[in-house]
């Protein structure tokens, strides 16, 4: 298969369906990785997701090339670049979402704290439980508001007063006002800014330390893209959002930290956003954002 049908933005989300998710399960859930640091985080920036010389193929293409970057805790790193350049796949790579393409074949190490997440004692499930996930396309499952938030805390056996759970993630995703006298009614008919917003609700109703986000506007309209937009920005105070997105602008307003792709997997540039925007180092990078090609 070519690299353009198997590139990361092209790659329809594995978890769309939550039985996928059940067949994953495994007993023990924590085996291999560290506590979280919910609520012992500190002021000054730290590294929270590295990437040391990782490359990823797609059956004999290779999609990522040596990828080393270094993601600050509580900060909004953006990933921007052309399409097809591995910017979804190097997301992907952070909660072994990837393992779930048989074509996919990664090398390299990647650290989640002090753990490298590719290691052979990690639980992939208790990994996606301290990094969520949210997709380009809001995919609610097809159960009621309140079951769709609760449906990690489920199916992770995380104890705790489930409906105080599920009220806060609603409040912190901006749409607890909204639905709080229909929790019982579908997610599915709920407006599409809505549905990714309820989303976003269900990724970080298990308290994750990291939300990755692949696009989470991109089938949104204005309105509901600038709720989304500043629902990040509040995130990041009690989390680090790491998103793709293909809209530079976007870019420029809500992230504090810039990564770019592009053709041929590389990750050319990485660094402030203010710098990248206004100074980069990279004359590629340069021609990218002022539009000389994308």
Request: hydrophobic share 35%.
């Amino acid at each position: 298969m070519s690299q353009e049908n198997m590139s990361n933005d092209n790659v329809e989300s594995p978890t769309e369906d939550p039985t996928d998710d059940d067949m994953l399960l495994e007993t023990d859930v924590t085996s291999g990785l560290e506590e979280g640091t919910q609520g012992s985080r500190t002021t000054h920036e730290r590294t929270i997701v590295e990437a040391k010389d990782v490359n990823v193929w797609y059956n004999q293409d290779q999609a990522l090339r040596d990828i080393t970057m270094q993601v600050p805790e509580n900060k909004v790193t953006a990933m921007i670049g052309p399409s097809g350049c591995g910017k979804s796949t190097f997301l992907r790579c952070i909660n072994r979402m990837n393992d779930m393409i048989d074509a996919a074949r990664v090398e390299g190490e990647l650290y989640l704290g002090e753990k490298n997440v590719y290691d052979d004692d990690v639980d992939p499930v208790a990994l996606r439980r301290r990094v969520g996930m949210v997709f380009q396309k809001p995919n609610p499952f097809p159960k009621s508001i309140y079951d769709n938030v609760a449906y990690g805390l489920n199916i992770q056996d995380i104890g705790g007063d489930h409906d105080a759970i599920v009220e806060e993630s609603l409040k912190r995703a901006a749409l607890w006002d909204e639905v709080k006298d229909q929790l019982d009614e579908s997610g599915l008919d709920l407006s599409g800014g809505q549905q990714q917003r309820l989303c976003i609700a269900r990724a970080i109703a298990p308290d994750p330390e990291v939300i990755l986000m692949d696009e989470p506007a991109s089938a949104l309209d204005p309105v509901a893209t600038s709720k989304i937009e500043d629902l990040i920005d509040e995130l990041a105070e009690d989390y680090t959002v790491i998103i793709v997105t293909h809209n530079m602008q976007q870019a420029a307003r809500i992230s504090d930290k810039t990564a770019v792709f592009l053709t041929g997997g590389e990750l050319v540039e990485f660094g402030d956003t203010k710098k990248i925007f206004e100074n980069p180092d990279n004359e590629r990078v340069e021609d990218y954002i002022t539009g000389k090609f994308g």
